[in-house]
């Protein structure tokens, strides 16, 4: 939640780890993509990640909700802790990744809806079918969602008649629908026209106002400064994390990065 002023509730707000992720490593084919990346996000936060193309962020954000499985370190979500202290996957961390992707939403670049089922449909399937919630009550509540969301007139619709800007926002009530404390977001404006993206970064301004925790790998570094709490910039498998997105402070070490920024700028 950015921009505290008079009357905020000031940094006790961000207290409440909500996400804390721990000396995080992950090896594809040799090539070493994330080299013990360790990240906290408290309640409310509103963390942007950037970097070069191929620096692993979306690796990270994937690891997170272990939809990408870490080789070693650790990841607690809400009230689940999950530790790879072995380089089996078993039957019992898969369970226990369920249980933590419970806290989870996630909003990837290409919506995934499902395309033969209508935008309100998309939003109450998930609310109904996983966590038993009656028909009437999750239909309530996806229409409450997608009316935040600005859908609200559209929900009978299905997701090839919407433009791209109202299909993600569509994903991200489907996302919101199973309550989450943590929204992820990888790359949510990067298929979208300038226009059609600023109505899904307002939506998540929304969103943050209301005290939801984000994350959100992106390429605008706009949004990045402007609405972020935090920007982390990853590099060659490691985070230069910048307290204030205003002044973009990088360690004077880190050449690359201080190139990769200035290119943003
Ligand atoms: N499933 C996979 N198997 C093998 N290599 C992978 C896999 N996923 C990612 N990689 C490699 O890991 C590296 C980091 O990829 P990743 O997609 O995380 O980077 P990124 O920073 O999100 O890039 P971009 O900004 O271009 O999306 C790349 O070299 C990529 O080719």
Not at 187 to 192: F, H, N, Q
Request: aromatic share 6%.
């Amino acid at each position: 939640m950015s921009g505290a002023g008079p009357g905020s509730p000031g940094p006790a707000f961000f207290a409440d780890p909500v996400v804390r992720a721990e000396r995080i490593r992950k090896v594809f084919d040799g090539q070493d993509v994330l080299r013990g990346i360790s990240l906290s996000v408290t309640r409310g936060e509103l963390v942007s990640i950037i970097g070069p193309s191929g620096c692993g962020k979306s690796t990270f954000l994937r690891c997170l909700n272990f939809l990408e499985i870490p080789d070693s370190g650790s990841v607690s979500i809400a009230d689940v802790t999950i530790a790879r202290t072995s380089p089996r996957w078993t039957r019992a961390d898969e369970d226990a990744a369920h249980r933590l992707r419970a806290h989870v939403g996630m909003v990837f670049q290409s919506f995934n809806l499902f395309p033969h089922r209508t935008v309100l449909d998309n939003v109450m399937l998930a609310p109904v079918r996983v966590k038993h919630v009656k028909p009437d009550i999750a239909r309530a509540d996806a229409l409450a969602l997608l009316d935040k969301v600005g859908l609200a007139a559209i929900a009978t619709r299905y997701p090839d008649t919407l433009s791209g800007g109202q299909q993600q926002r569509a994903a991200i009530a489907r996302a919101l629908a199973m309550r989450p404390d943590v929204m992820l977001y990888d790359e949510p404006t990067s298929a979208l026209d300038p226009e059609l993206a600023e109505e899904v970064l307002s939506v998540m301004r929304a969103l943050d106002a209301e005290g939801m925790t984000q994350i959100v790998v992106t390429h605008d570094m706009r949004f990045a400064r402007a609405a972020s709490d935090r920007v982390v910039f990853m590099d060659g498998g490691e985070i230069v994390e910048i307290d204030d997105p205003d002044t973009l402070y990088v360690a004077p070490k880190d050449a690359r990065t201080r190139r990769f920024l200035r290119s943003m700028l």
